[in-house]
């Protein structure tokens, strides 16, 4: 009995070392497949891609449909409102759009990728929403998209300021048509805060901050609380616990409701882009 016990005992021992080796095996592979993947796709990205910055994601028919969902569950706007919108988005062709050699395209990719700018763009044309403030245009995705929209539609009393302190930013507004409608502005935040800013229009309007520059996040969102303005709309791409947007929403959380949602590169290359949206309650 002794030595029976003694040899089973043995055997366990084996066949567990067996299995920690096999576990490792495994996951050794598994590491395996994930870089040369990754490393297919960022060589795939480096070559079929011109942007170095700011990237635009290109989700896959999960990522739209549950971001369809997410935003419908959270807004309680119309589904075929919010569908219409994405598939416009989706349709654009831009493969004409700035083929000379104009120093702001080298790192614009002409294609209908709008990721997070959907959230903006939908909630300024199914919303009373007139104004839209966006702090840090970068490559001008968003107005291009929203001045599309209201070319084919012939909508009127929506506008637009777009505040970027790079002058080198804002390829694509090259290609939009001129509307009293739209302001574009290469300045300081800050300047323009303080001397043009409507704080009406902040009140009552849409804000994306967009600027991935940490002082100008700081200063915005200081700015709104210390002159007691909650915009209707915030929409943020910083939404780290330590964000500027986060400690504004801590000192003003009983005014807003809020909801992150994330953007998910198909091709598991690109980070993934986490977006707040608070809507004043």
Same mark, same amino acid.
């Given at each position: 009995?002794?030595?029976?016990?003694?040899?089973?005992?043995?055997?366990?021992?084996?066949?567990?070392?067996?299995?920690?080796?096999?576990?490792?095996?495994?996951?050794?592979?598994?590491?395996?497949?994930?870089?040369?993947?990754?490393?297919?796709?960022?060589?795939?990205?480096?070559?079929?891609?011109?942007?170095?910055?700011?990237?635009?994601?290109?989700?896959?028919?999960?990522?739209?449909?549950?971001?369809?969902?997410?935003?419908?569950?959270?807004?309680?706007?119309?589904?075929?409102?919010?569908?219409?919108?994405?598939?416009?988005?989706?349709?654009?062709?831009?493969?004409?759009?700035?083929?000379?050699?104009?120093?702001?395209?080298?790192?614009?990719?002409? %294609?209908?990728?709008?990721?997070?700018?959907?959230?903006?763009?939908?909630?300024?044309?199914?919303?009373?929403?007139?104004?839209?403030?966006?702090?840090?245009?970068?490559?001008?995705?968003?107005?291009?998209?929203?001045?599309?929209?209201?070319?084919?539609?012939?909508?009127?009393?929506?506008?637009?300021?777009?505040?970027?302190?790079?002058?080198?930013?804002?390829?694509?507004?090259?290609?939009?048509?001129?509307?009293?409608?739209?302001?574009?502005?290469?300045?300081?935040? %800050?300047?323009?805060?303080?001397?043009?800013?409507?704080?009406?229009?902040?009140?009552?309007?849409?804000?994306?901050?967009?600027?991935?520059?940490?002082?100008?996040?700081?200063?915005?969102?200081?700015?709104?609380?210390?002159?007691?303005?909650?915009? %209707?709309?915030?929409?943020?791409?910083?939404?780290?616990?330590?964000?500027?947007?986060?400690?504004?929403?801590?000192?003003?959380?009983?005014?807003?409701?809020?909801?992150?949602?994330?953007?998910?590169? %198909?091709?598991?290359?690109?980070?993934?882009?986490?977006?707040?949206?608070?809507?004043?309650?």
């Amino acid at each position: 009995m002794f030595y029976k016990n003694y040899y089973l005992i043995k055997l366990r021992k084996i066949y567990g070392i067996f299995l920690l080796i096999a576990n490792f095996i495994k996951r050794f592979l598994y590491i395996l497949k994930r870089i040369l993947v990754y490393t297919k796709n960022s060589i795939k990205w480096l070559f079929s891609s011109k942007e170095h910055t700011s990237f635009s994601i290109e989700m896959d028919e999960i990522g739209y449909n549950s971001f369809i969902s997410q935003f419908l569950h959270f807004t309680n706007l119309q589904s075929e409102a919010i569908e219409e919108k994405v598939a416009f988005a989706r349709s654009l062709n831009m493969k004409d759009i700035g083929k000379t050699l104009n120093p702001k395209m080298v790192d614009v990719d002409l %294609k209908p990728r709008f990721d997070h700018r959907l959230i903006a763009f939908i909630l300024l044309f199914e919303d009373s929403v007139k104004y839209l403030i966006e702090f840090g245009f970068n490559q001008g995705r968003l107005l291009f998209l929203i001045d599309e929209y209201i070319k084919k539609n012939k909508i009127t009393d929506k506008h637009y300021i777009g505040i970027d302190y790079n002058h080198r930013k804002g390829g694509l507004l090259e290609n939009i048509h001129e509307s009293e409608e739209y302001k574009v502005l290469f300045q300081d935040i %800050k300047d323009f805060l303080l001397k043009d800013m409507d704080k009406d229009m902040l009140r009552e309007g849409l804000i994306v901050s967009s600027t991935h520059e940490i002082n100008s996040e700081t200063f915005l969102f200081n700015f709104l609380w210390d002159n007691n303005i909650f915009p %209707k709309f915030i929409i943020s791409t910083n939404v780290n616990i330590d964000s500027p947007y986060r400690s504004f929403l801590s000192k003003a959380d009983s005014k807003y409701k809020s909801e992150t949602f994330i953007f998910l590169d %198909k091709n598991e290359f690109l980070e993934p882009i986490r977006i707040g949206l608070s809507i004043r309650i």
